[in-house]
């Protein structure tokens, strides 16, 4: 199995800047710091190998001293989100089917993974929806064009809906996996902690030794 784990440093200010607006740009960093610790306990428990590709903004080497050497690091490239995940991808797929998700989703399920690289047997596609109108997934069996994404005004509500639009023009039917959230704003968080009270991940240890919860008006 091959996970591509698509991130941007976590540094104040470059990252989870909605989530800032409430949090301050110094605990959003951190938080994106433990989402990625968490997600990559997750891909551990798979026996994944996974591929972290990275906004380069920040040189590769920063990555790597952040999260250790025990993965392969690239860099993204491309115009736009869409560009970058098929520019990745396509690249990819060299090496046989692969799996990219972002790096903002501290409790995504393990089976969720599993379930999508399934999928893979029977389709070309598959995604896996959020609630907000995005995806958090993107799994490929064979490379596709740039013009996928196509009209796709990333951050949109419809996200989702332009992209399966473009994907029925082309004559490809994506699986869909079950929705999952993503933490971007205030409200995810509250809800990823009202999730999640009871775990000892990275995410919730953060929040808990800050006093996120209680500071900033996140009611478990």
Request: with cysteine; aromatic share 8%; hydrophobic share 45%.
């Amino acid at each position: 199995m091959r996970v591509i784990v698509f991130t941007k440093f976590p540094r104040p200010g470059l990252v989870k800047t909605r989530l800032a607006r409430s949090i301050g740009f110094d605990h959003a960093a951190a938080l994106q710091a433990a989402f990625l610790r968490d997600e990559l306990d997750m891909l551990a428990g798979l026996n994944a190998a996974v591929t972290l590709c990275c906004d380069p903004v920040v040189p590769l080497r920063e990555y790597m001293d952040l999260l250790g050497r025990g993965f392969c690091y690239t860099e993204q490239c491309g115009a736009d989100l869409g560009q970058r995940m098929i520019c990745t991808m396509n690249a990819a797929l060299e090496d046989g089917p692969a799996l990219l998700i972002g790096s903002d989703l501290p409790d995504l399920p393990r089976t969720s993974i599993a379930e999508a690289w399934e999928m893979l047997d029977h389709a070309s596609v598959c995604l896996g929806p959020t609630p907000d109108g995005g995806f958090h997934l993107l799994g490929l069996r064979r490379p596709l064009p740039q013009e996928v994404f196509a009209g796709v005004r990333w951050g949109a509500p419809d996200v989702l809906a332009r992209s399966l639009g473009n994907f029925s023009a082309l004559g490809i039917g994506p699986r869909l996996l079950p929705s999952w959230p993503d933490v971007d704003t205030h409200m995810d968080l509250l809800d990823y902690a009202r999730r999640n009270q009871d775990s000892s991940a990275h995410t919730m240890v953060y929040i808990r030794e800050h006093n996120l919860v209680q500071n900033f008006g996140i009611s478990s």
